[in-house]
DNA sequence: ACAGAACCGATAGTCGACTATCGATTGATA
DNA sequence: TATCAATCGATAGTCGACTATCGGTTCTGT
């Protein structure tokens, strides 16, 4: 099945969706998790129907916006993480530094999740830049060898939720991220069942 | 601050209640997270106001419904599991049945999330009934001696996110269970930062 | 069994997410 | 630069969560 190319977009509309994507940032960033999208809109400059054309719904929007930035933020941290001497070292300044953005971005993070959106589907390119540190870090005997890549995925996931205990201004996360890679040593490794596929569901799923 | 004793609710008032609170398993079990308040109210008989007079939004509503039947089925779980001569086997007991639980109320703890309710404030006490268990793991060096009982109450909380990345019908979490667990040895443990209290979140916080 | 309080159903209204439509622009292309 | 499609803003409407109100009903304590 042959998908074809998606043109891409034209430049006003192009243009509209950067202005919407730096509004909702701003917005959420201000007036909290329960900032209607209009706000969004009136601060863009675009009409209501014209986030709507872009971002079919708000967790869609939201995802967005946070990928992007997810994406920005995060590649040198990569970089530097896939040349640290230490691959457990590297993969877990990387885990922290993306809770740390997640936890920068907490507004929009509960906004999406009240909007039915797994938020965890941004940064999916930033998780496949991990596989080769894992890879690494077991080639070298420091990571359980059963770990596969959606388990780190999964497991940026249950740090975010651990943010939703959490005062957003303290860093009580830290804690649960040197939980999740205590689990992550061989020498803790019991057998475990095997990995299922990561299901992406949609918003009323 | 002496706390006034809060009333008991009346006769009538309470027949509403268990009502709703039936109603709302079998409405969500049927028609997915996303079946609104009115259909809950009509299959229980009573008026949307009397729904909302009894439970202030339909955060509260749900985390009742799961508080009910988690208290209700985890009992003799929980009394078998302090039981067990392995302690370390009587928690995951635990821990894998609670979250079996809130596995096949799937519909309802997605409602919950999806209205910005922070589903694990359901089973307070069943939390507080495993401080024993985890006194005696600890006791036998069988569990990492810095682990508090929050820290178990955020391990549900993020196996908990964890199926929303998995199809429902099937048992993929028993991985993350796994996982979980084995950061709870001592012979994992590295060194963490302190606990941080449990916030507690009402919606749009 | 009766009085008053507590509770009830119905109803009307607000707000935000989302859909649909339409005439008026604006950008890509010949 | 003229054309035509892509995009736009505005607007009207649906739906569900939630609030407020009100006259009627049902408990509860005496």
Known sequence: MP????????ADAA??????????RQVYAEQGPDAPLEEIARRAGVGIATLYRRFPDKAV?????????????LA????EALDDADPRRGLARVIETAVALTARDH???????????FPMDAGARFFASLAPL???GQDAGLVRADLVLDDVRRIMSMLVSVLWTLDPREDGWRRYVGL???????EAASPLPPPAPLL????GG
């Open 134 to 136: 894992i890879r690494r």
């Open 61 to 73: 929007l939201i995802r967005a916006a946070l990928d992007q930035s997810f994406t920005e933020e």
């Open 200 to 203: 992406i569901r949609r918003p």
């Open 3 to 10: 998908s074809e190319p998606p043109r891409p977009l034209r």
């Open 76 to 79: 040198p941290v990569i970089e």
């Open 180 to 186: 999740l890679l205590d689990g992550l040593k061989p």
């Open 15 to 24: 243009r509209n969706s950067a202005k919407i994507l730096r509004a909702a």
């Open 107 to 117: 507004n929009m993070v509960t906004a999406a999740r009240n909007a039915g959106g």
